[in-house]
């Protein structure tokens, strides 16, 4: 189990939706810095193939952070659909989102390409986290829809075997 200290607590309540906002704005810049939401995928599932549990998306993750952060007073904290959180659709959406991540890494032909793609995915994925965490509960999306979430899951349960 993680420790959570107030230096944690700290940086998720503060410094992970500020880096949300800066993913989500900088490649309106320059649409290169849209390789920043795939490299912040990878962090994550970096992080569950060293550690115990996911404390990537219990501390670090920028979305986390952001929908816990923006949606805290207007979302309606209702519990999230039974066939939203069964393990058929959470796994199925999670096979999918993966095979449309590696399809877009395998078919980009450049760095410009490639960020468009993980933006693109980044944007498509975050509407769709707000709209359930408004109608839900904040964090909805990332504890029931999540390809991230689900992945490192998924390794921390095949690491216990």
Known sequence: MIKVTKRKKWFYENATWIL???????????????????LSMFIGLGFSLFTKGKPYCAYYCPRGGALKKLLAKISFGKSVPKFISNRYTRYGLTLLLTIKTISGLMKAESLTELSIVAHMGFIATTLIALALGIVTKPRAYC?????????????NKVRRK
């Not at 949300?20 to 795939?38: E, H, K, S, V, Y």
């Not at 504890?143 to 390794?155: F, K, L, M, R, Y």
């Open 20 to 38: 949300f906002l800066i993913m989500a704005a900088l490649p309106l810049i320059d649409i290169r810095f849209g390789i920043l939401g795939l």
């Open 143 to 155: 504890s029931d829809i999540c390809h991230v979430g689900n992945i490192a899951w998924i390794t």
